[in-house]
């Protein structure tokens, strides 16, 4: 499934580096971070949930990748029934796989 999220630009340079450095693609890169931090996120369900963004915060930029189905469907449910939504527990995923 094509995913399109709006993450930190900060976010963005570590993918583009280590895209360079590794030879992967960011996009690839992108998935092993989700991938990554949804099994953190499932092995561990006491984090604590993303803030929402302040409203002064830096933009954003796009990125779009394909995510697994199944694994958009978990980060949808589970945003729902954490009231954000899915691109921020999308990204707040992201954040914790790339710890």
């Known amino acids: 499934m094509l995913r399109t999220v709006y ?3 900060e976010v ?3 993918l583009r ?3 360079q450095q590794t030879g992967m693609s960011k996009a690839e890169l992108f998935r092993c971070y989700l991938r990554a ?3 953190s996120v499932r092995a561990d369900p006491d984090l ?3 803030q929402p963004r302040p409203v002064d915060a830096p933009p954003l930029v796009l990125r779009t990748a ?3 189905a199944a694994i958009d ?3 949808r449910v589970r945003a729902f029934d954490a009231h954000v939504p899915q691109s921020d527990y999308t990204r707040w ?3 914790v796989g790339m710890q």
């Open 48 to 50: 604590a949930l993303p």
């Open 12 to 14: 963005d340079d570590r």
């Open 66 to 68: 394909h995510v697994d």
């Open 73 to 75: 469907d978990w980060l």
């Open 17 to 19: 580096e280590e895209a």
């Open 93 to 95: 995923c992201l954040a």
């Open 37 to 39: 931090g949804v099994r």
């Open 7 to 9: 993450i930190e630009p």
